[in-house]
């Protein structure tokens, strides 16, 4: 795989794919949405050591995290595409420990990944075997323990939020919807878990930001 270098958290180089050139273009507009502060608010817990990314692409969200919680040592990674895998762990910062998932994150015994140029809408929910490749799976249940949970997914994120099960530990969720629905539906859940909306972008589709209250 060829990659292209551009600027990440704190000065240092991050790789994208180079090509084809709809793939890196889009690619550096994701990374470059997390590294204007995305996922960032001024109410995040000041203290962060071990976090989960559920669809990390190529790390933007790993290095952000690096970048924006000094204390942070451990990073839980899950993406049915191997090699946005292997660019999150070439892109994390050296002091941190990367644990690395090539699974779907979902509540489906199968899953089916369907991979198209942008790697950003590439997705296992809802597809069938005619529409993408048999891919590991590994259930919410299953996720560890975390400070910060991150997730986008795309499309499964209901399925983690209700199946997550370690909500007494963590701090911060930081979740994607993909229409007013789906996040009316992230509402009920984070709010009977207790936590809080940071942020939350009016649209069919964005980011919303909790915290514990």
């Known amino acids: 795989m060829k990659i292209e270098l551009i600027d990440g958290p704190g000065g240092r180089p991050f790789a994208i794919p180079a090509e084809p050139r709809n793939t890196r273009d889009h690619a550096e507009w994701i990374c470059r949405q997390v590294f204007a502060g995305e996922y960032d608010h001024a109410s995040l817990p000041e203290r962060v050591e071990v976090a989960v990314d559920v669809g990390s692409h190529c790390g933007s969200f790993v290095a952000w995290a690096a970048h924006r919680w000094p204390s942070l040592t451990t990073v839980h990674c899950y993406d049915p595409n191997e090699a946005a895998l292997e660019l999150t762990f070439a892109?994390?910062?050296?002091?941190?420990?990367?644990?690395?998932?090539?699974?779907?994150?979902?509540?489906?015994?199968?899953?089916?990944?369907?991979?198209?140029?942008?790697?950003?809408?590439?997705?296992?929910?809802?597809?069938?075997?005619?529409?993408?490749?048999?891919?590991?799976?590994?259930?919410?249940?299953?996720?560890?323990?975390?400070?910060?949970?991150?997730?986008?997914?795309?499309?499964?994120?209901?399925e983690v939020m209700n199946h997550f099960r370690h909500w007494d530990d963590l701090k911060a969720l930081l979740v994607e919807f993909h229409s007013r629905d789906h996040r009316v539906a992230q509402r009920k859940i984070a709010t009977a878990r207790g936590f809080r909306c940071l942020s939350e972008v009016d649209h069919e589709y964005g980011v919303a930001i909790w915290v514990r209250t």
């Open 91 to 158: 892109n994390a910062h050296p002091r941190l420990r990367v644990h690395r998932f090539p699974a779907a994150v979902t509540e489906q015994e199968r899953a089916y990944f369907g991979l198209p140029w942008d790697w950003g809408s590439a997705k296992t929910h809802q597809l069938s075997v005619t529409e993408g490749r048999a891919v590991p799976t590994v259930h919410p249940r299953d996720l560890p323990r975390c400070d910060v949970l991150k997730c986008d997914s795309e499309g499964t994120e209901i």
